[in-house]
């Protein structure tokens, strides 16, 4: 299967600050997910991209299909913007989850 | 109301007694999937179905099984729980371009 690594594995923000999630994949895959859960163990879908770049209010999403890589950008952090933040990537109708990387937004 | 369900949303279980966890789906989806999630890992597959006929092993479909009642149906079974099944499982569904939806999960503990 594809390897998918997240990096950080861990980041510690201060309220306001500024973040970039980074996601490597090992093949070319269909298509990326980027989602968020939450505390409680909730799964948000944030972006999907399987290229190009994306927005949505404070967060951004870019995919480099061919570099195989995507980055998620957080601005203006927020304390609830703390959980685990995951990509997911398919390949021939399977996916393949990185392992996360865990955010703590401090206030 | 949420796209996709789960139930039950928690539940303890003693070792080798069967269980069978539930999902729904109102999206119009015909692709759904089973998914395990271990504290501190991302989420592995354990089976995908992509319609009433058709299921598929996923990365680690041993000692689970499943059945697709519906296209909005998708459940998943332990036929003898064992401790290390102890996990958080998640259901989802898809369109055919795989954006996909996750339900709220059901925690799982077996004793």
């Known amino acids: 299967g594809i390897q998918v690594e997240q990096s950080p594995p861990d980041l510690i923000l201060q309220e306001g600050a500024n973040s970039t999630l980074r996601c490597n994949f090992s093949d070319s895959v269909n298509n990326l997910q980027w989602f968020h859960q939450n505390p409680w163990g909730q799964l948000i879908n944030l972006f999907y991209?399987?290229?190009g770049t994306k927005q949505n209010g404070r967060l951004s999403a870019t995919t480099v299909a061919t570099e195989r890589y995507s980055l998620l950008y957080i601005s203006s952090s927020q304390t609830t913007d703390s959980g685990v933040y995951f990509c997911a990537v398919s390949f021939f109708n399977k996916f393949y989850f990185g392992s996360g990387t865990k955010l703590n937004v401090k206030p | 109301d949420a796209d996709v369900t789960q139930t039950p949303r928690n539940r303890i279980t003693k070792t080798g007694k069967r269980i069978m966890l539930e999902c729904s789906q109102t999206k119009g989806h015909d692709r759904m999937y089973w998914y395990r999630q271990d504290p501190g890992l991302g989420l592995r597959l354990i089976y995908y179905s992509f319609d009433v006929k058709d299921i598929n092993k996923g990365e680690i479909s041993d000692g689970y099984s499943v059945s697709r009642q519906a296209q909005a149906k998708f459940s998943l079974s332990l036929e003898s729980a064992i401790p290390n099944q102890t996990a958080l499982y998640f259901c989802a569904s898809s369109d055919r371009y795989n954006e996909q939806f996750f339900g709220p999960g059901t925690r799982l503990t077996v004793l």
């Open positions: 991209i399987p290229s």
